[in-house]
């Protein structure tokens, strides 16, 4: 059974600074997915990483994926407020799609 | 396309009660997903079809949770009797055929409170 992890579950950064988070997952995929959740929101798509080596980025953001070690990273370069909510990372094992617990990030001045 | 649409977005009802909890996919998708998303448990994978049919429900908590989707535009989730314990938000999800490597797409979720 598909297990996903994810680390920190929390995190409160300052404005400026860089942070890693880190997603494992327990068995093979070539798929992996983060998403967004703001407080009271639904979860918006972020990153589609679809094979090993996988680096996607979009602004302060940046996702790779290591299919090998079955490790996801979504790293914050220069963490700014409008980053703050909660991000989760998603596998499948064969059609179920799971997610890990999410870390919630807040970026203070 | 105006994405997944559920409804209600929020529902309150008494204990022991029947809830019925709605969602339309976007259109051409073959995959339906419903979650549950409390503080304690995290987002929780219910059940999920492929072209209409349940695939698997392992993730249902009880019997008194049931979900159909008969046909391609439309799928339910029913709590009957509901207990304050199912009290959270649940999110319908949609998404292309696996091979294509697409993402799901989430509605913006059914807030339930059972008093």
């Known amino acids: 059974e598909l297990k996903v992890e994810q680390n920190p579950l929390f995190l409160s950064m300052q404005e400026g600074k860089n942070y890693t988070i880190y997603c494992n997952y327990s068995?093979?995929?070539?798929?992996l997915y983060w998403y967004r959740q703001d407080p009271g929101k639904s979860l918006e798509s972020l990153f589609v990483?679809?094979?090993?080596?996988a680096v996607k980025q979009e602004g302060r953001l940046m996702a790779s994926l290591d299919t090998k070690a079955r490790l996801s990273t979504l790293h914050i370069t220069a963490a700014v407020h409008d980053l703050s909510a909660t991000y989760f990372c998603?596998?499948?094992?064969?059609?179920?799609?799971?997610f890990g617990t999410g870390t919630r990030l807040q970026v203070f001045p | 396309d105006a994405g997944v649409i559920q409804s209600p977005r929020h529902e309150v009802t008494e204990m022991g009660q029947e809830v019925t909890l709605r969602c339309k996919p976007i259109?051409?998708?073959?995959?339906l997903f419903w979650y549950r998303q409390t503080m304690m448990r995290g987002l929780e994978l219910l059940i999920y079809?492929?072209?209409?049919?349940?695939?698997?429900d392992s993730g249902m908590p009880e019997d008194r949770f049931s979900a159909k989707m008969p046909n391609a535009s439309f799928s339910t989730l029913k709590i009957q009797p509901s207990e304050p314990r199912d009290s959270a938000v649940y999110f319908c999800?949609?998404?292309?055929?696996?091979?294509?490597?697409?993402?799901?797409?989430f509605g913006q979720g059914t807030r339930l409170t059972v008093v």
């Open positions: 990483l679809l094979s090993n080596g």
């Open positions: 068995t093979t995929s070539d798929r």
């Open positions: 079809f492929n072209n209409n049919v349940p695939i698997d």
């Open positions: 998603g596998s499948y094992n064969t059609d179920k799609l799971i």
């Open positions: 999800a949609s998404s292309l055929t696996r091979g294509l490597g697409t993402e799901a797409f």
């Open positions: 259109s051409g998708h073959d995959y």
